[in-house]
Structures are given as structure tokens and as C-alpha cells.
């Protein structure tokens, strides 16, 4: 069975940063697709960043784009986001997700294509 474990969540003042970790378990993140959502209260779970099997392209929310920056050691089976210039919006549960639908040259953007899921790790952006 295939575990996602999500790290680096907390408190942190607007213009603040924060970094993500996912290691993944009893998956190849070589072979597939991974990405970070969030989910804000009362909002529907939206896609953050994604990243390919071999790293080659990256796609990022509108909201985000310019200040995240996704990443993927596919040695460690890790997978980061690098969150800088922190607003109050960001201010959300992140999860990691991992496809299984190998070599996509660019991942799909929707929730539902990714049938693994962490647990999630909040983040919370003070002002």
C-alpha cells in the first residue's frame, strides 16, 4: 500500500516562508506524476503545484505561481514545495498526492486524478 507522509507545516507571519516534505513509501516516484493541493476551510481542494515523473515540468496555481517552487529527490522518494512571500490566503491544509498512471509528460491539474493521498499538514499565514 502506498503512503504519502507530509512534513514542515506551521505558524508563519505574512511575507514569511515555509518548506514541505513528502516521502513517499512502497511507491516509484520516478515513474509518475506528484503534486501539493490545498484545502482552506469551506473552499474545495485546489491544486498548488505538480510536478512530472522526471521533474522536466513543473505547473502551478495561478495564486501561487512566482513564490512556490515544487520539487522532487526521486532517490529519497521526496517530494518539496518552497513557500516564500506567505499570504494570508495560503493559509490551508497541504496535502501531497501521487498519480499512478506512469511517464505522463505533464500532469493533470484535478484533484481526482491522484488516487494517493497524505494525511495533510497545515498552514497557517498570520498578517
Known amino acids: 500500500q502506498v503512503t504519502l507522509a507530509e512534513s514542515g507545516g506551521g505558524s508563519v507571519q505574512a511575507g514569511g516562508s515555509l518548506r514541505l516534505s513528502c516521502v513517499a513509501s512502497?511507491?516509484?516516484?520516478?515513474?509518475?506524476?506528484m503534486g501539493w493541493f490545498r484545502q482552506g476551510p469551506g473552499k474545495e481542494r485546489e491544486r498548488v503545484a505538480t510536478?512530472?515523473?522526471?521533474?522536466?515540468?513543473?505547473r502551478y496555481g495561478d495564486s501561487v505561481e512566482g513564490r512556490f517552487t515544487i520539487t522532487k529527490d526521486s532517490a529519497k522518494n521526496a517530494l518539496y514545495l518552497e513557500m516564500t512571500s506567505l499570504k494570508p490566503e495560503d493559509t490551508a491544509m497541504y496535502f501531497c498526492?501521487?498519480?499512478?498512471?506512469?511517464?505522463?509528460?505533464?500532469?493533470?491539474?484535478?484533484?481526482?486524478?491522484?488516487?494517493?493521498w497524505g494525511q495533510g499538514t497545515q498552514v497557517t499565514v498570520s498578517a
Open positions: 498526492a501521487a498519480d499512478e498512471t506512469s511517464w505522463r509528460s505533464v500532469c493533470l491539474g484535478g484533484p481526482g486524478a491522484y488516487p494517493y
Open positions: 512502497r511507491y516509484d516516484s520516478r515513474r509518475y506524476c
Open positions: 510536478i512530472n515523473h522526471d521533474g522536466s515540468n513543473t
